[in-house]
């Protein structure tokens, strides 16, 4: 009887321990996966903080700081409550333009709901860090002349009407995913929107004071190669847990990764060294930043040496818009975001499609889209999620802008900007020496 009861007994403790859905998960992917969250958010801070933070002049530095880290604990509540459900909604079933309400506050989720051969929270998790990042990035197009609150609302609004739609129908089941659009970790999603819509924002805000008759010189390089290290290193997470899985998609992001950052980085100081003279630290870091941008949509359907390719393009292309928009149309993204993340993700996206293709010798990829069967008709599909993001995105930032600048105003005045962010928005100083 003892032992009927201990055997009962032991039954019923099972149950409790060991969840009804711990069959369908893998333990290595749902480890790699909780550990690439971990990696984009250790992008935002302090990797991009810090990198954000150097470039801009010592007045300003605290505010850039304060932009970063505010907006990783504000996206974040707000990927929560309403930005996951309507990115990839509560059932397989989506419609082709935005997720349905069903997992408001994650509310269709439970400890035992599984995504793949992951728990979905560590999806919901994984993606929260790229709903974070996305917003952050943008801060470089309006460095040092933003007021916080307008920044705020912005960024808020910007996630759910922007972000969160694009997310939607390139991943999460929508009209791009199912036209068969290869962007592996976000060159639509993350760096064509941040981009257009961080030169859409210095457009609309004008320059800062004396941008084009004085310098306006980083004033902590150290910190900035600081934070690119971060990024360098947090971007494997970005690219190879997209892979959503510990396996040989995740070893090929993580592997073209690197090797395009380092191809864009030596790209990069070439052109300056060529140009100018002598190659510049700001010049290698943010080279490297432009083949992690590039290779982004490419990571997980292309070979190491397109990645290669990808990165050495990826740095002389971005590197010659950078000069365009600063000499030429003379606007000033602050700290390059279009430039950089925005024709990086273009020319990554665009070229996904050309060096996906299987039979090209040693730049062969993983081959095309299901119902695609030529780099024509991929390259196509490519450009059309191209175009589609991009005006997408900038009539939409366009009109947010003119939203929040009726509501609160977007710049602070003049002699504000002129005292500096980090005194009139903080009451605080980067440096007190």
């Not at 932009?67 to 059932?91: D, E, I, K, R, V």
């Not at 912005?154 to 939607?168: E, N, R, T």
Request: proline letters at 3%.
């Amino acid at each position: 009887m003892f032992k009927s009861a201990y055997a009962a007994m032991s039954a019923l403790c099972l149950l409790f321990v060991v969840p009804s859905a711990s069959a369908e998960v893998s333990s290595g992917d749902t480890a790699w996966i909780l550990s690439s969250s971990a990696l984009v958010l250790f992008m935002t801070i302090p990797g991009l903080s810090l990198f954000y933070a150097g470039l801009v002049r010592s007045k300003n530095v605290l505010s850039v700081l304060m932009q970063c880290f505010a907006l990783t604990g504000l996206m974040s509540l707000l990927w929560f409550g309403l930005g996951y459900t309507l990115a990839f909604g509560s059932t397989d079933e989506q419609g082709p333009w935005v997720g349905d309400l069903g997992n408001v506050f994650l509310a269709a989720m439970s400890g035992d709901s599984v995504s793949g051969s992951i728990p979905s929270m560590a999806f919901a998790m994984f993606q929260m860090t790229f709903a974070v990042i996305t917003p952050a990035l943008i801060v470089g197009g309006f460095a040092e002349r933003m007021r916080f609150s307008a920044m705020l609302l912005f960024s808020s609004l910007w996630l759910i009407l922007v972000y969160a739609p694009v997310c939607h129908w390139v991943w999460g089941g929508g009209w791009l995913q199912v036209m068969g659009l290869q962007d592996f970790a976000g060159g639509t999603v993350v760096h064509i929107t941040a981009g257009v819509a961080a030169i859409v924002a210095a457009i609309v805000m004008g320059p800062r004071k004396g941008y084009g008759n004085q310098p306006l010189p980083p004033h902590n390089l150290t910190m900035t190669v600081t934070g690119a290290g971060m990024l360098w290193v947090g971007w494997f997470g970005f690219n190879g847990g997209s892979a959503l899985a510990a396996d040989g998609s995740a070893a090929q992001a993580i592997l073209v990764t690197h090797l395009s950052a380092s191809a864009g980085a030596l790209a990069w100081m070439a052109m300056e060294w060529i140009k100018h003279g002598k190659p510049s630290v700001l010049g290698i870091v943010t080279g490297m930043v432009a083949g992690l941008g590039s290779i982004t949509p490419a990571s997980g359907s292309v070979g190491p040496a397109a990645g290669v390719l990808i990165g050495l393009t990826g740095g002389v292309v971005c590197y010659y818009a950078t000069l365009f928009i600063k000499l030429r149309l003379k606007i000033d993204d602050s700290l390059d975001v279009f430039p950089v993340h925005g024709v990086g993700g273009i020319l990554g996206t665009l070229l996904a499609g050309v060096f996906c293709a299987p039979g090209i010798g040693i730049l062969s990829g993983n081959g095309f889209s299901e119902g695609i069967n030529s780099v024509g008709g991929q390259v196509t599909v490519q450009a059309i999620g191209v175009v589609s993001t991009l005006v997408f995105t900038a009539v939409a930032s366009y009109v947010l802008l003119k939203v929040v600048d009726a509501l609160l105003g977007l710049r602070v005045d003049v002699d504000d900007e002129t005292q500096g962010l980090d005194l009139v928005l903080h009451d605080e100083r980067g440096y007190d020496l």
